[in-house]
T-cell receptor, first 109, second 112 residues
Framework: GIQVEQSPPDLILQEGANSTLRCNFS?????LQWFHQNPWGQLINLFY???GTKQNGRLSATTVATERYSLLYISSSQTTDSGVYFC???????????FGTGTRLTIIP | EAGVAQSPRYKIIEKRQSVAFWCNPI?????LYWYQQILGQGPKLLIQ????????DSQLPKDRFSAERLKGVDSTLKIQPAKLEDSAVYLC??????????FGPGTRLLVL
């Protein structure tokens, strides 16, 4: 099956800093989503981005499908950004989201 | 718009007991998913429904897990009998015809 790798596994930043999270995948995809899992366990959908670039406030994401990676940018980090960020992909012909192992982000006040 | 609802939020049982989880998806969403998330890992799909039919249950341990989605709306996931390794968060998600998935708050299961 498709492999999804996320880096870095852990990231600790001061409030106000910027960060870039990376997701590499091993095969062509027709669906890629970024999620934020908050400290209470709720998975929140951030972006549906199988290709191209999208922005939502302080967050933006870029997927380069031909090179099989996606990046999530967080600018001016806030403590509420803390949690685990997951990338999940769905390959062609397989309607199943495969999740990466996540990046745990901790924002220090 | 109401989100995906799940109950109970927490459950503690002893091994070999039975447990059931309930999920009510977002209104109008045809596709419903059950995931298992073990501590420190990403969610793993257990079963996917399209309306009231099963699309994928290849990772569902069918000797102890069962799920149904009667009438194509809400769904139940059952474990019988539970094992220690079933301790996890069980997440329900829904989507409109295979697009963006929206997740419920999850049910935290602890098997002692």
């Amino acid at each position: 099956g498709i492999q999804v790798e996320q880096s870095p596994p852990d990231l600790i930043l001061q409030e106000g800093a910027n960060s870039t999270l990376r997701c590499n995948f091993s095969d062509s995809v027709n669906n890629l989503q970024w999620f934020h899992q908050n400290p209470w366990g709720q998975l929140i959908n951030l972006f549906y981005i199988p290709s191209g670039t999208k922005q939502n406030g302080r967050l933006s994401a870029t997927t380069v499908a031909t090179e099989r990676y996606s990046l999530l940018y967080i600018s001016s980090s806030q403590t509420t950004d803390s949690g685990v960020y997951f990338c999940a992909v769905e390959s062609f012909g397989n309607e199943k989201l495969t999740f990466g192992t996540g990046t745990r982000l901790t924002i220090i006040p | 718009e109401a989100g995906v609802a799940q109950s109970p939020r927490y459950k503690i049982i002893e091994k070999r007991q039975s447990v059931a989880f309930w999920c009510n998806p977002i209104s109008g969403h045809a596709t419903l998913y059950w995931y298992q998330q073990i501590l420190g890992q990403g969610p793993k799909l257990l079963i996917q429904f399209q309306n009231n039919g099963v699309v994928d249950d290849s990772q569902l341990p069918k000797d102890r897990f069962s799920a149904e989605r009667l009438k194509g709306v809400d769904s139940t996931l059952k474990i019988q009998p539970a094992k220690l390794e079933d301790s996890a968060v069980y997440l329900c998600a829904s989507s409109p015809m295979g697009e963006t998935q929206y997740f419920g708050p999850g049910t935290r299961l602890l098997v002692l």
